[in-house]
């Protein structure tokens, strides 16, 4: 009887302090580069993005981010910060906007904001500093941020740049 009242004790002990499975969300980023081409189809030019290989002064690009929820709880609040590849510009109005604005930075991913309020400082040869509007050669990385991706969702976010 002893012996019982002991496994009941540990038993309990062990339930007690065991650590309960929780759902959580379990995301995977997976970045796809892809270039312009101009091809025939029914005797029609029609431009496509295919896989890209390489690319060469000239050719747009597209970066795709395919965002998966392969967790049982939804993710929330999340932020995805990609550069603008060296050597390319970001094409204006190209970063997708689904559910989502885009934030841009011109300092390398320090501070972000919306195109309109974007600014960056340059000091003149006589040393003052004057405030300039950024331009799509200025930008240097995009941000979005998901408000939510339901578990067994996929979201994808993307943008154009040109190869100088």
């Known amino acids: 009887m002893n012996r019982q009242i002991c496994f009941f ?7 007690a302090f065991a650590e309960p499975v929780l759902a959580q969300p379990k995301v995977t980023l997976e970045t796809t580069l892809e270039k312009e081409v101009l091809t025939m189809e029914d005797e029609k030019f029609v431009t496509k993005f295919v896989e890209a290989g390489e690319a060469s002064p000239g050719d747009t690009i ?12 939804k993710a929330l609040n999340l932020v995805i910060d990609n550069p603008v590849p060296d050597g390319a510009q970001y094409i204006q109005g ?7 604005t885009p934030l841009f930075s011109v300092d390398d991913g320090k ?3 919306n195109v309109s309020l974007l600014t960056f400082e340059i000091t003149l040869p006589d040393g003052t500093k004057e405030t300039r509007k950024a331009s799509p050669d200025n930008y240097t990385t995009i941000r979005w941020t998901i408000p939510e991706i339901a578990a067994g969702e996929t979201r994808t976010v993307s943008f154009q740049a040109l190869i100088q």
Not at 62 to 73: A, I, W
């Open 94 to 100: 190209s970063a997708s906007e689904d559910l989502v």
């Open 62 to 73: 597209r970066v795709t981010l395919t965002l998966s929820n392969t967790g049982d709880e």
């Open 111 to 113: 501070t972000f904001k």
């Open 9 to 15: 004790l540990l038993l309990l002990a062990t339930l």
